[in-house]
C-alpha cells in the first residue's frame, strides 16, 4: 500500500513478490512458535520453583539490549519517511502543492527522532572506543594460540589494525552523517522557502530527491549504529588452569572435604585394626576361697586356691584381628581410589572448561564476523529497494532483489541468534566454573554477585 504508481511494475517477477510475501508468513508463524515455547518452558519453570504456572512473572533480560542491533526508533523513522517518500512520488495523492507542504511538515517533525538516533549512535560509538584495549587484548590471545596455527587457521583475521581501521572509519561516518544531516536540514528549510513558487512537478522531483538522499542517510546511520554496538560487545573471558583450580576447589568445595575427611575416617579404622595385633603380655591372677559350710562367710583358708601367671597372646595367634586388619586395608585402598577418581574428575571438569573457553572465545569473534557481513548485506538489499528507477533504464528490480533482501534477512536473524547463543554459552560456562571452583557467591535475591 506504501509503493506509489511511480514504482508500479518495478517487480516484474510475480515470483519475487510470492517468495517475499511467503517469507513473512513463515516469519511469523516462527514468532507465534517461538512465543508458545517460550511460555511453556517459563510454566515449567515456575512448577521448578515450586510457584503455581498461572503466577505472573517476569523475566528479567536486560543483557539482551546490548545485542539489539537494530533501534527500533530509527527504523520507525526509517519506515515512515519512506511511506512520505512514496506519496510525495505519488501524483494521484499528491495533486497540490499544499499537499506536498503538508508532508514537507511531516518530515521536520521526524528530524528530532533522527538525531535523537544519531545521539545513541554516539553513545555507542563512545562504548567501542571503551572496548578496544579489551579487544585488542582478546585477539593478541587468539594470535598467540598455537591450536588455531595447527588447524592451519588464518591469524589475519585478527589484526589489531582492522580494529584501528574501522574505528577510523566509523569516526569518519560521524562527520559524514553529521555533515549530510546538517545538509538535509538545509535542503529542506530551502523547499519550504521556494516551494510556493516553483512548479508543482518540479517542487515534487526537488523534494522527492531530497527525501531520497534522506532515506539512504538514515540506512548509513543504521549501518553504522549497528556496527558500532557489534562491535563494542566484549566477551569477559575466564582465565582457567586446570591443576592450580583444582587444588583450589580441593580446599573450597565442602564436597572435597568431606571426601578428605571419609578417607581419613577409614585410614583411622585401619590404624586403629594394626594396633590390635600387637603382641600382648596379661599378668592373670586367679583365687578360689573355699568353705565346707553352707553359712555364709564360712570361709577357711585351708580350702582356698590362688593362681598367678602370664598370659602372653602373638599376632601369629589373632586369627579374627589379622583378618579385621587385613578386610581395613582393601577398604583404604578402595576409598583412597574412590577419592582420587573424585580428584581426577575435578581436573577432567577444568580441563573441559578451559576447552570450552577457548571454543566460546574463538566462535565469539567468528560469529561477531558473520553478523558483520550480515548487517552491510541486509543494509546494501535494502538500499536497493529504496534507489529510484534511471532514467533511460528499466524500471524493474532485478530478478533476485526480493530473494536477496529474504535471504539477507534470514542471515541477520541467523548470525545475531548464533552471536547471542555464544555469548550465553560462555556466560553459563563461566558460572558452571565458579561453581565447580567452589567461589560462587549468590545475593540475597539468589542472583550471582561476580557476573
Known amino acids: 500500500s506504501d509503493v506509489c504508481s511511480s514504482d508500479l511494475g518495478r517487480i516484474g517477477n510475480r515470483l519475487q513478490v510470492d517468495q517475499a510475501r511467503q517469507a513473512l508468513f513463515n516469519g511469523q508463524s516462527r514468532l507465534l512458535a517461538a512465543k508458545s515455547s517460550y511460555e511453556n518452558r517459563l510454566d515449567g519453570y515456575k512448577i521448578f520453583l515450586g510457584l503455581p504456572p498461572d503466577l505472573p512473572i517476569r523475566v528479567v533480560d536486560d543483557y539482551v539490549e546490548r545485542f539489539r542491533f537494530s533501534d527500533p526508533e530509527l527504523v520507525d523513522v526509517q519506515e515512515e519517511i519512506n511511506r512520505i517518500l512514496g506519496s510525495v512520488r505519488d501524483s494521484e495523492n499528491t495533486s497540490n502543492l499544499d499537499s506536498l507542504i503538508e508532508l514537507s511538515r511531516q518530515v521536520s517533525a521526524l ?9 545513541k549512535f554516539q553513545s555507542d560509538l563512545n562504548e567501542f572506543r571503551n572496548a578496544l584495549p579489551m579487544r585488542k587484548k582478546g585477539f593478541a590471545s587468539l594470535r598467540q594460540r598455537t591450536d588455531l596455527r595447527e588447524l592451519g587457521m588464518s591469524l589475519e583475521a585478527f589484526r589489531d589494525e582492522d580494529l584501528d581501521l574501522l ?7 560521524v562527520a559524514s552523517l553529521l555533515d549530510s544531516m546538517d545538509e538535509f536540514a538545509r535542503g529542506l528549510q530551502e523547499w519550504n522557502d521556494n516551494s510556493p513558487s516553483l512548479p508543482l512537478e518540479n517542487a515534487r522531483g526537488k523534494l522527492s530527491l531530497l527525501l531520497n538522499g534522506f532515506s539512504g542517510t538514515l540506512l548509513e546511520l543504521s549501518l553504522a549504529k549497528a556496527s558500532a554496538r557489534l562491535e563494542s560487545i566484549v566477551l569477559q573471558k575466564a582465565e582457567i588452569s586446570p591443576a592450580i583450580d583444582t587444588q583450589k576447589a580441593s580446599e573450597n568445595r565442602m564436597d572435597a572435604k568431606n571426601n578428605r575427611a571419609s578417607l581419613v575416617d577409614v585410614w583411622r579404622e585401619a590404624d586403629l585394626a594394626r594396633d590390635d595385633l600387637r603382641t600382648d603380655l596379661d599378668l592373670v591372677l586367679s583365687g578360689d576361697l573355699g568353705s565346707d559350710a553352707m553359712k555364709s562367710g564360712a570361709f577357711k583358708s585351708d580350702e582356698s586356691q590362688w593362681s598367678v601367671g602370664i598370659e602372653l597372646d602373638t599376632p601369629l595367634a589373632k586369627v579374627r584381628e589379622r583378618n579385621r586388619y587385613k578386610a581395613s586395608l ?8 574412590s577419592y582420587l577418581a573424585y580428584e581426577d574428575s575435578l581436573l577432567r571438569a577444568f580441563r573441559e572448561h578451559q576447552r570450552l573457553a577457548q571454543l566460546f572465545e574463538l566462535n565469539f569473534e567468528l560469529n561477531r564476523a558473520a553478523v558483520r557481513g550480515a548487517i552491510a548485506q541486509v543494509d546494501l538489499a535494502r538500499m536497493r529497494l529504496d534507489e529510484p528507477p534511471q532514467p533511460g533504464k528499466s524500471s524493474q528490480f532485478g530478478a533476485t532483489t526480493a530473494r536477496d533482501l529474504v535471504n539477507a534477512l534470514n542471515d541477520l536473524l541467523e548470525a545475531s541468534n548464533g552471536f547471542l547463543d555464544v555469548w550465553i554459552g560462555s556466560e553459563a560456562m563461566r558460572m558452571r566454573y565458579a561453581y565447580d571452583l567452589g567461589v560462587m557467591e549468590l545475593s540475597e535475591k539468589g542472583i550471582w554477585k561476580n557476573q
Open 111 to 119: 528530524l528530532p527522532k533522527a538525531k535523537a538516533a544519531f545521539g
Open 167 to 173: 574505528w577510523k572509519d566509523l569516526n569518519s561516518t
Open 330 to 337: 582393601l577398604n583404604y585402598q578402595q576409598s583412597k581410589r
